[in-house]
């Protein structure tokens, strides 16, 4: 039989019968000396169990408790059976409030209940606070054991203190499936886990980064009925982030949204970078564009990885959205620095897809970065031009041209502002629309030559653009107007593209005047000179001429490149000369270039198929 009342009994009058009648069936106190603490208890099947891990340290287990006789006071009520006459309150942990007895051991009826909870929540929380967290779940065993007076049974599970407790075990290093399994018994303690039973399940998922828990919590959070809360959401993204698994992070991301919460800037930047590695760019750039909205936004380092993502996958809005989030002026770092070839590969993106806006800020970007000390590249001025002539600014271009003219008016490569290599984009711009764009690009820079100085170079891309279209006459026309109309003197790239001009339409007296012409002025005839005269002969079909012109060039000390070569040996096998084609073989040898496949070897390699 239980030693304790029941519950709906009501203490006896205080008479000598009634008295009497208790001691009977009291057992005697030696029975009581040497038995263990768990006699004095209910019985099993009063409450619900205990969760396990809430069970007594087999370390901190105190000896039993030896109970001594107290006088007792005048007036007072009869004692309770369900307490020995000799008791001894025995301080168990540091802090905790020693309960109260009647006369002969008899219980005190607290004047307030929840003032008693609260009290024993306090030292749990003062003792976690002080890293003593098993004497923190001692003071919850001995609460859950502990009779309530007024109802004769043991306290009811509070979630308050069950949480305090939860916390303490998740501080002794508790695995987050055990946490997961004391959540599981609240339904068997007739409780409903709260808001800070998932603030620490959570704050134990995060140390433990377990996919598969975590997934089992918010199946738990959502039976439950508890609202989500970001910083939960949070502890979600930055684990599937780091697991680069984007398609999970992206689900709880949608679980945010649906709840009007944002991700904080850490993991809004870990999951940047996490789409970026994993190949999801685009879904970064959404990411971005939806924090950006509550002015959230990822770190540098980040912003960094998208714009280099959406370079890799030529998508210019994307590198546009990164560089604008990134140098933000009202959110903007101190002398924010990003390297030149960060900036070269975005204005390659430019160029390829003809974005003027991107061009304008990458450049702007790089200016603030290089702070004066020093001039962009000639490659980044090349791509910066580039880009605009691919957007169909010509004006914009022949600014970027002028400035490179300006900046780099000394520099000795002679290639740099050669039609035929480094500006052949600016060329052609200029002849992709025929003469209507060409007419349309002299008056254009007519106009600007009224205002100011025009640089002689995109006169020359002109000429070349002229070329191009095999109009010789308005290429001749054109060279004319440099010393005429514009007031400039021409210079080497200048004859040349009017040399290939001549060249091309077989005029080779014309093309030898122009060399001559360059001779007398005093300039000095380059490499790609005397290949466009080689050119013109082998076009006009002179092999002898082209000959001469190539044994010039050894004698000077040029090396020839492996495409001339090829040209004239070409031209020696179709007018039959084997004897120059030997001598064009045994060049290429020395040379140690490949000999190759003519296109006559591989027209041969097809016949001997059939």
């Not at 509070?158 to 018994?185: F, M």
């Not at 959070?221 to 959401?233: D, H, Y």
């Not at 980044?380 to 004006?395: E, K, W, Y």
């Not at 653009?465 to 004319?480: K, L, P």
Request: glycine share 6%; hydrophobic share 40%; with cysteine.
């Amino acid at each position: 039989a239980s030693l304790l009342p029941s519950p709906s009994s009501s203490p006896l009058p205080a008479t000598q019968t009634n008295v009497e009648q208790q001691q009977q069936q009291q057992p005697p106190l030696s029975q009581y000396q040497d038995a263990p603490s768990s006699q004095f208890q209910a019985a099993p099947t009063a409450s619900p169990p205990r969760p396990p891990i809430f069970q007594r340290p087999s370390s901190a287990l105190p000896s039993p408790p030896q109970y001594q006789s107290v006088s007792k006071a005048p007036g007072a009520a009869p004692s309770d059976p369900s307490v020995p006459s000799n008791s001894n309150a025995l301080s168990v942990v540091p802090g905790m409030a020693l309960p109260s007895f009647r006369a002969q051991g008899a219980w005190v009826p607290s004047a307030d209940y929840k003032a008693r909870r609260k009290e024993v929540y306090n030292n749990m929380v003062k003792l976690i606070g002080d890293s003593k967290c098993t004497e923190a779940l001692q003071i919850y065993h001995d609460w859950s054991q502990e009779i309530n007076p007024e109802t004769g049974e043991k306290n009811e599970p509070w979630i308050v203190i069950w949480n305090a407790a939860l916390l303490a075990q998740r501080l002794l290093g508790a695995s987050i499936n055990e946490l997961l399994k004391q959540v599981d018994t609240l339904k068997d303690l007739g409780l409903v886990p709260n808001r800070n039973t998932f603030t620490v399940m959570f704050h134990a998922i995060s140390a433990s980064r377990d996919c598969q828990a975590l997934e089992q919590l918010f199946s738990r959070l959502m039976e439950s009925g508890v609202q989500v809360e970001a910083e939960w959401c949070n502890v979600a993204i930055s684990i599937y982030a780091a697991e680069r698994s984007v398609g999970q992070a992206m689900k709880y991301v949608q679980l945010m949204a649906a709840n009007g919460l944002y991700p904080n800037e850490f993991v809004l930047s870990v999951l940047v970078t996490a789409c970026v590695r994993s190949g999801h760019t685009n879904t970064g750039l959404a990411i971005v564009t939806w924090c950006k909205e509550k002015n959230i936004f990822p770190s540098f380092p980040s912003l960094g990885d998208l714009v280099q993502g959406c370079v890799q996958s030529d998508n210019s809005e994307g590198a546009l959205l990164g560089l604008e989030v990134a140098f933000d002026k009202q959110r903007e770092r101190a002398n924010p620095i990003v390297d030149e070839g960060t900036v070269l590969a975005v204005l390659g993106v430019a160029a390829r897809n003809g974005d003027l806006a991107l061009a304008m800020k990458a450049w702007d970007i790089l200016c603030r970065s290089l702070q004066n000390i020093r001039p962009p590249s000639t490659s980044s001025f090349i791509a910066r031009l580039h880009a605009f002539v691919a957007a169909g600014d010509l004006n914009m271009a022949l600014l970027a041209l002028r400035d490179m003219e300006i900046t780099y008016s000394a520099e000795k490569d002679k290639d740099l502002f050669s039609p035929f290599s480094s500006l052949r984009s600016f060329v052609l711009g200029c002849s992709r629309g025929g003469f209507a764009a060409l007419d349309a690009a002299y008056f254009k820079m007519e106009e600007m030559a009224a205002t100011q100085k025009l640089p002689l170079s995109a006169i020359n891309c002109l000429i070349l653009g002229c070329s191009n279209i095999w109009d010789v006459d308005r290429a001749y026309q054109t060279f004319e107007a440099i010393g005429s109309v514009f007031g400039l003197l021409p210079n080497v790239h200048s004859c040349n593209a009017l040399i290939d001009g001549f060249g091309k339409m077989r005029k080779i007296q014309d093309a030898l005047k122009v060399y001559d012409y360059m001779v007398d002025s005093g300039m000095q005839p380059d490499y790609r000179s005397y290949c466009l005269l080689i050119n013109a002969h082998v076009v006009n079909r002179d092999i002898r001429s082209a000959m001469e012109v190539l044994d010039y060039m050894v004698e000077s000390g040029y090396t020839i490149d492996k495409e001339t070569l090829f040209k004239i040996r070409r031209r020696c096998i179709r007018e039959f000369d084997d004897e120059q084609a030997h001598r064009i073989l045994n060049m290429t040898r020395k040379f140690a270039y490949s000999v190759g496949l003519l296109g006559e070897d591989r027209k041969n390699i097809l016949f001997q198929l059939f």
